[in-house]
């Protein structure tokens, strides 16, 4: 695996450092779990839903919980106190813990679970101070003219 040094990065650009962890974090291969599988779904175009599959667990086996921008999905099974015995064993009944970085202005909109698919329901909300704005070119005023004038006398 090739490493990647952030260093001079660092040194130009205010801010970023965030932007080098993140980076760094998704170079790491043992980071990301692949236990539950998960859908990343485009609803809208603001508009996201993660889909895990979670068969097995209940509504109060599962915790959802947003600090800062990251979005943390647990699963923690309660114990059974009978042993079964399996001739096969191919559905994972194991804790699980999941974490997705949100972007910025993402929020988390609600969570439903369903024939055993956790859904996720995500919104973009991009405040209106930060959405592009037309600024229209107009004629000088009259008013605008006399005060250039009076200034130059």
């Known amino acids: 695996m090739t490493a990647y040094d952030f260093t001079p990065l660092y040194r130009s650009a205010i801010g970023f450092d965030r932007f080098a962890q993140m980076v760094d974090e998704a170079l790491r291969s043992d980071a990301q779990p692949n236990y539950p599988p998960y859908n990343i779904e485009l609803v809208s175009e603001d508009q996201y839903r993660i889909s895990m ?5 209940e509504r109060d086996e599962l915790d959802l919980e947003i600090e800062r921008d990251t979005l943390r999905i647990v699963g923690r099974r309660q114990r059974q106190d009978n042993k079964s015995t399996f001739l096969h064993r191919g559905i994972a009944t194991r804790d699980f813990e999941h974490r997705f970085r949100l972007a910025d202005h993402v929020k988390v909109v609600g969570a439903s679970l369903n024939n055993g698919l956790l859904n996720i329901d995500l919104v973009r909300e991009v405040p209106e101070t930060l959405k592009p704005r037309k600024i229209a070119i107009g004629a ?12 130059a006398a």
């Not at 000088?140 to 005060?147: E, F």
């Open 140 to 151: 000088p005023t009259a008013d605008n003219v006399q005060r250039l004038e009076q200034r």
């Open 53 to 57: 599959a979670v068969a097995g667990f």
